[in-house]
Nanobody
Framework: QVQLVESGGGLVQAGDSLRLSCAAS????????MGWFRQAPGKEREFVTRISRRGGNTDYADSVKGRFTISRDNDKNTVYLQMNSLKPEDTAVYYCAASSGFGGYGLQSAYDYWGQGTQVTVSS
């Protein structure tokens, strides 16, 4: 069982930055690919980004490419999401997720474990 706890959300203004963290309670954190998803009010949960087990490979949704950066520290069992140049349309609950599988990381079904989410609100 893997428990994921997100933190770092909050209320910011457009153009500001935030860094989200997701701490995993698992001995073999490096065995999991990690992803971030988000869900805006009234919308489906959508893929934001993912990182490979050792951090060498990442993918981003087009809507955040160039503004968001995912990283991980396997010694600290933590994955991060650095969000810069935030826009009101980035407002959502952000979830981290862990995948023990291989491939299909843009799909929610690829992930075995999910955090409870952290709210990010960007005002204009």
């Amino acid at each position: 069982q893997v428990q994921l706890v997100e933190s770092g959300g909050g209320l910011v203004q457009a153009g500001d930055s935030l860094r989200l963290s997701c701490a995993a309670s698992v001995r073999t954190f490096s065995s999991y690919a990690m992803g971030w998803f988000r869900q805006a009010p009234g919308k489906e949960r959508e893929f934001v980004t993912r990182i490979s087990r050792r951090g060498g490979n990442t993918d981003y949704a087009d809507s955040v490419k160039g503004r968001f950066t995912i990283s991980r520290d396997n010694d600290k069992n933590t994955v991060y999401l650095q969000m810069n140049s935030l826009k009101p349309e980035d407002t959502a609950v952000y979830y981290c997720a862990a995948s023990s599988g291989f491939g299909g990381y843009g799909l929610q079904s690829a992930y075995d474990y999910w955090g409870q989410g952290t709210q990010v609100t960007v005002s204009s």
